[in-house]
């Protein structure tokens, strides 16, 4: 099973940038769906985007849309995660993910994405910005 290894967050200045990696064990083109996530403290955690098998960014989520710009470097098994103007809250841990089969379907019922989950997660990293 695939094992995923973020890099140290860290703090920054409020209107700052910051680039959040991603290593994995395998390589993850064509197998797994990623994902990244952030958790505020005493708040569950939220999506920030999924990347499909090809690489495809969806879904970035409203709290980092328009900050937040997701790529990936096959050659060295990496998703990057940069976000651009950060806010304070914007700090959290944020979490990369893995998963084999697509972590959401479309459900008929509620006429939206239901989300199934992403079965690996790497440890976490803490992204800190201050005013």
């Known amino acids: 099973q695939v094992q995923l290894v973020e890099s140290w967050g860290g703090a920054v200045q409020a209107g700052g940038a910051l680039t959040l990696d991603c290593g994995a064990s395998e390589s993850t083109d064509g197998r797994y769906w990623r994902g990244w996530f952030r958790q505020a403290s005493g708040k569950e955690r939220e999506l920030d985007a999924h990347?499909?098998?090809?690489?495809?960014?969806?879904d970035y989520a409203v709290a980092g849309e328009g900050r937040s710009i997701v790529s990936r470097d096959e050659g060295k098994n990496t998703l990057y995660l940069k976000m651009n103007k950060l806010q304070p809250g914007d700090t959290a841990v944020y979490y990369c993910?893995?998963?084999?089969?697509?972590?959401?379907?479309?459900?008929?019922?509620?006429?939206?994405?239901?989300?199934?989950?992403?079965?690996?997660w790497g440890q976490g990293t803490q992204v800190t910005v201050s005013s």
């Open positions: 993910a893995a998963n084999r089969g697509p972590p959401r379907r479309w459900s008929e019922t509620l006429g939206q994405w239901e989300e199934l989950g992403y079965a690996f």
């Open positions: 990347i499909d098998t090809d690489g495809r960014v969806l």
